[in-house]
């Protein structure tokens, strides 16, 4: 509009190029327009009002939900010895990961992270409590929260139990027994060469704590009668 002079033009808005031309149906108050399409076409009629000739431009209008929506994905729960990354997923696509903006926090403080994606190292001093909040287009979410926990169900243990070269022995049994550590307890018994194992000394309820190499634990219990 610089070529014009203030007071010498008027400009008005239409929802399609034909009204624009014919110089109906305008839209009546622009400043509560509310459009129909993301994004949708808007044709402003820059009128003259010496030479009574008018030029039609054209922009878009883009509605930007707000708060932004999104989901996280990533592994919360996770073992001693194991890292997690955690993203920021848009839903539906309504906002570019690329180009927003990230707020990360733990424990209240601000992180240096300004990425869609949080790496998050193994240790106890991981755990707790996240929040993420995300800006885009000049939108800004509400900070949305998430838990850093231990997993301590990572796997599944059973039991055997019977004689063998004249003890009564109770084996606890993972998928994976390689370099694992194992605690038991219980009334008495006896370690063997095989940390799974046990010799039993009397009937009760033992409880084996059993911990792999990436720091996942389990611990059951089982009840041997006499």
């Known amino acids: 509009l610089t070529p014009y002079p203030n007071g010498d033009?008027?400009?008005?808005?239409?929802?399609?190029?034909?009204?624009?031309?014919?110089?109906t149906n305008p839209?009546?108050?622009p400043a509560a327009f509310q459009s129909t399409t993301n994004p949708q076409t808007i044709y402003a009629r820059v009128n003259d009002l010496v030479t009574g000739c008018y030029l039609i431009v054209t922009f878009q209008v883009s509605t930007q939900l707000n708060p932004l929506q999104f989901t996280l994905s990533g592994e919360m729960s996770i073992c001693l010895e194991q890292s997690t990354v955690i993203t920021?997923?848009?839903t539906n696509n309504n906002f570019d990961a690329n180009t927003a903006s990230y707020i990360w926090t733990y424990k209240?403080?601000?992180?240096?992270?300004?990425?869609s994606s949080l790496s998050i190292p193994k240790g106890s001093g991981a755990y707790g409590n996240y929040t993420v909040t995300v800006t885009s287009n000049g939108c800004t979410s509400t900070p949305v929260s998430f838990e850093i926990t231990e997993n301590t169900t990572a796997f599944a243990i059973t039991f055997e139990e019977g004689c063998a070269n004249n003890d009564?022995?109770?084996t606890a049994?993972?998928?994976?027994?390689?370099?694992a550590t194992?605690?038991?307890?219980?009334p008495s018994f006896d370690t063997t060469e095989d940390a799974n194992t046990i010799i039993l000394k009397s009937a009760g309820t033992y409880s084996v704590k059993i911990t792999t190499t990436?720091?996942?634990t389990s611990t059951e219990t089982t009840t041997v009668n006499s």
């Open 9 to 23: 033009h008027t400009v008005v808005y239409f929802t399609s190029d034909a009204d624009a031309n014919a110089n």
């Open 27 to 29: 839209i009546a108050t």
């Open 88 to 90: 920021v997923v848009p």
């Open 108 to 115: 209240g403080t601000v992180l240096s992270n300004v990425s």
């Open 168 to 170: 009564y022995q109770l």
């Open 173 to 179: 049994v993972i998928d994976n027994q390689s370099n």
């Open 182 to 186: 194992y605690q038991w307890t219980g």
């Open 214 to 216: 990436d720091g996942c």
